[in-house]
């Protein structure tokens, strides 16, 4: 019997926000203005699952970006991601209308406590029948730590150290209940099993937690982790827990050398690469004709302002690039503590510049504008043409961000999806119910994560 072939995992890459994580796209005439609405988010929703993408997931920082200039007042003035909305509220008004389509929400493990993340993630999966993922960052900026009563963000490789401490307590309060335990022996009076719920009794360096959890397993075990660590301590951190790694490749090449190392690192923290998904982000500006396309992305390009990148720049970076002159060179120092690691070696990378300036950083970043990663024009044969050459050598599928919403996904479904169909990349229908299952990701028993590890 010939086994089934390699089918591409897609990730809608969402923002509850004013825009996507292209800054311009709010100015796009097309572009829907409701995003304050639960009709916004489920149009989109409705749309990827009749695409059958895997999964929407939802990026989210816990500030509004006012690193530039030490101010609010541009961002809010020129709408740069000036709106963040709570994500796992926005998820769960997708999932109402919503049965197979898989949702993540981005959670942070330096600005919230284990047990809050464990106990509502695992209430979302049950509440959405197994479809939810939690992706694990660290956070960022010091706008977001004055927002949590901090003076500072923590040091890159320390918020890592506690990132792994908190996964451990999260992953061990989901471990409370076996997934058996529940009896519901009316007769008897009996609920449940208390040998099979346990205290997780952790005390570590940041953490003390007790439990047990007051939320049972899940019809996928527990949320798939995901993670986007670019870093070498993030890299280490996502072959230890990561089931679905985003990736930022600039190039092919370099995304073969990523997805290579990516796997190396899984394989020698101890676990399977292949229970693991690689997907780089991609955006796609797609039409009926190769000219259609290219127009379209032009005028999409237009769309975006000098202040987008500045202020995004900002804000990943930790750094307020409104206070020194453009051709300045960053000092040694100065790089060391760029909060975004793997942003300040792309650019020193692009730019050829071991100490690059503000310039270098919004040339060779290319943040805000559509060259901040690859992008995809032509027909739906030419993306699809594309993205079959990545998907044979450097990944295992695509994060889609959108450039206009509704109308990026719409694109992608009415013109790229059935091309990817017909050469057998892409599913026609979903496997199952959770999101596991479409993915192709086994369920986790109990302890699992400790076994592996």
């Known amino acids: 019997m010939q086994s089934n072939p390699r089918q591409m995992t897609l990730i809608a890459f969402m923002q509850a926000q004013n825009c996507t994580n292209y800054a311009g796209s ?4 097309s572009s829907m203005t409701d995003y304050l609405s639960p009709e916004y988010y489920q149009r989109v ?24 200039g030490n101010s609010h007042r541009d961002t809010v003035k020129y709408g740069v991601r000036a709106i963040k909305l709570e994500p796992t509220s926005v998820l769960m008004a997708m999932a109402m209308v919503t049965s197979k389509l898989g949702l993540g929400a981005t959670y942070s493990t330096t600005y919230y406590e284990p047990f809050h993340v464990a106990r509502l993630f695992a209430t979302l999966d049950l509440m959405t029948k197994g479809r939810v993922a939690w992706n694990v960052v660290t956070s960022m900026n010091d706008s977001e730590a004055a927002n949590f009563g901090k ?3 923590l040091e890159h490789d320390l918020r890592y150290d506690r990132a ?17 335990a529940i009896v519901a022996d009316k007769i008897e009076g009996i609920f449940a099993d208390p040998d099979k719920v346990r205290r997780l009794d952790h005390e570590g360096q940041f953490f003390k937690s007790r439990g047990p959890l007051s939320v049972p397993r899940s019809a996928q075990g527990h949320p798939v982790i995901l993670q986007a660590g670019q870093s070498g301590r993030g890299l280490a951190f996502a072959s230890r827990w990561a089931e679905l790694v985003f990736a930022k490749y600039p190039t092919l090449e370099n995304g073969r050398k990523q997805y290579r190392a990516l796997k190396d690192g899984i394989a020698s923290a101890g676990r399977d690469p292949a229970s693991v998904r690689i ?8 039409a009926e004709t190769e000219s259609q396309a290219k127009e379209k992305r032009d005028f999409i390009a237009s769309m975006s302002r000098p202040i987008d990148g500045l202020t995004m720049i900002g804000e990943t970076l930790n750094i307020d690039f409104s206070t020194r002159p453009y051709d300045q ?6 790089l060391a503590a760029v909060s975004w690691q793997s942003l300040r070696d792309k650019v020193i990378q692009v730019s050829g510049k071991k100490n690059p300036s503000v310039r270098d950083f919004v040339e060779a970043s290319g943040r805000g504008t559509l060259n901040d990663g690859p992008c995809f024009v032509g027909t739906g044969k030419q993306v699809a043409d594309q993205m079959e050459e990545w998907f044979k050598t450097a990944c295992d599928g695509f994060v889609l961000s959108g450039t206009t919403v509704p109308g990026t996904y719409e694109d992608i479904v009415r013109l790229v999806i059935p091309e990817l ?7 026609k229908e979903y496997a199952g119910s959770t999101l596991r299952e479409n993915v192709g990701l086994a369920r986790p028993r109990a302890g699992d994560w400790r076994r592996s590890a």
Request: hydrophobic letters at 40%.
């Open 329 to 334: 060179p960053f000092t040694d120092e100065e």
């Open 26 to 29: 709010w100015r796009h005439p």
């Open 45 to 68: 929703a409705r749309t990827l699952e009749e695409g059958k993408f895997d999964m929407a997931f939802f990026d989210d920082r816990l500030a509004m970006p006012d690193i530039y």
């Open 151 to 153: 003076s500072e963000h």
């Open 164 to 180: 792994d401490e908190f996964m451990e307590v999260v992953m061990g309060h989901w471990d409370t209940w076996q997934d058996d």
């Open 279 to 286: 997907a780089p982000e991609l955006k796609i500006i797609v």
């Open 421 to 427: 169909q017909k050469r057998g990349l892409f599913r």
